[in-house]
């Protein structure tokens, strides 16, 4: 069975780099991270993920002051392993993927991956 809607956030650059119409590329290390905390964000709410493109990525020159939201389905039997984790307000719930299961969570998105809101210029 599919699990509820799975979100994404992206810049124009990482955008052109990673979402396909069926799959994600490798995550790109957080600053100042080690290679352990390479890991992709799935937010768990549209809510969240408005909020980040909007206020985050359309003031990050790196994402070229654009921000897009991505909205995709991923089985629930693959998601069960990993926590939701909060990390900040109500709404900002995250899975978060690590590099090395990037491969097996791409085998189990449903359907297309659309972007469904644009932030910026």
Known sequence: SCSGRSYRTFGVTRLAADATTDH????????NADARRRRNAVLTTGCYAIQIARDWNTKDAASRFVGYVTRFQVRAAFLSPYPVRKVGGRDALEYWI???DLDAFNRNIVGAIEIVHTFGP
Do not use: D, N, Q, S
């Open 98 to 100: 690590p590099a090395e």
């Open 24 to 31: 994600f590329a490798a995550p790109v290390p957080r600053r």
